[in-house]
């Protein structure tokens, strides 16, 4: 046991001379000759991510595209993508009031033609903008679904 202590001392002796001899980044003498060229440089004897600073996550990846009809876990989600016969359209914005979803805004091509419902309510929309027609009254409800397949009033096709 007595020789085993013998060997681990000579060993830690004989790594700090050779360490010593390098100069150690974290020892506040060693390296001095090194510093920052100012005060955005990193710190030569830092690793790099320790001089990174704070680092934000990525954003989260786009939410996957749907086909047609928009409802539950897709709505009010910016971003979403949804195709159906008149093209592809991407909900770039939705207006809220009073945690309810009133309201949105499309990119993509025109002309375009949808039905959203709100509650037991359907409204037909025909433009990139939509806003529920009584928000102005206070008596808007969710939506509840935005489909772009549905027939428009009067029996023509979708979008």
Known sequence: MLRLAIVLIAAAAAASVVVGGAGCAFDPEGMPDVAPDGPGDPDPGLPADVD???VTPPPPPPPEPVSC?????????????VTSPAGTHTFTSWQR???????FTLAGPEPVGYEVRADDDRFWGAALTWTHPELADGDAESISRVDFCARPPGGGGGG
Do not use: I, T
Request: charged residues 20%; without cysteine; hydrophobic residues 45%.
């Open 52 to 54: 990174a600073g704070v």
């Open 97 to 103: 009031a009073g945690g309810r979803l009133v309201g």
């Open 69 to 81: 009809r928009v409802e539950r876990a897709n709505l009010g989600v910016d971003g979403l993508q």
